[in-house]
């Protein structure tokens, strides 16, 4: 199988999963590196497939997923990342990406798409097994979050209860 070839069925096997791929899992799929694969899903992001990293591997945006989305500004600790997220999914939100600005680099963004208990829990484990800073550990826990759900009523719910909690940036 050439790359084109390969390309094709990444792209094929993207479209056909409601599961994100990871790049280890393709990579012993083709028989080639996870670099291989890296620069495979990179070539057919350049070519405008809307492919998504995300921390449990690569999904792809698929068209009818229209979600009503906001960008909110909040700040908390390391100790109310999950009391936080758990917020935002418990009315039935989706946590898209983290969003922090950066002195030196500016923004720095990381896609998480978390939608469910489960999602979360497979993130906190993550965090924790990798003994990983949050992003917002750069900006003294101040971060953006772009937040989805189905209607804008459960994105009030969520942002009033964020706010209940002071984690919302007023000011």
Do not use: C, W
Not at 38 to 43: F, G, K, T
Not at 101 to 107: F, I, Q, S
């Amino acid at each position: 199988m050439n790359s084109i070839e390969r390309r094709n069925e990444i792209l094929r096997m993207l479209l056909n999963t409601t599961l994100p791929l990871k790049g280890v899992d393709l990579a012993n799929e083709f028989g080639v590196t996870r670099q291989v694969i890296v620069r495979d899903i990179a070539i057919l992001r350049a070519e405008g497939k809307e492919i998504i990293a995300t921390p449990e591997g690569y999904i792809v945006s698929k068209a009818g997923e229209f979600k009503i989305k906001r960008i909110i500004a909040v700040s908390h600790d390391k100790n109310q990342l999950y009391d936080e997220m758990a917020t935002i999914i418990k009315y039935g939100g989706t946590i898209e990406d983290v969003i922090v600005e950066h002195p030196l680099y500016g923004e720095i963004k990381s896609n998480l798409l978390i939608k469910t208990l489960a999602d979360l829990e497979a993130f906190i484990k993550s965090f924790n097994e990798h003994k990983a800073e949050p992003l917002s550990a750069l900006t003294g826990g101040l971060h953006l979050h772009t937040i989805s759900a189905e209607r804008d009523d459960i994105l009030d719910k969520i942002i009033e209860e964020l706010k209940h909690k002071n984690y919302i940036i007023m000011d």
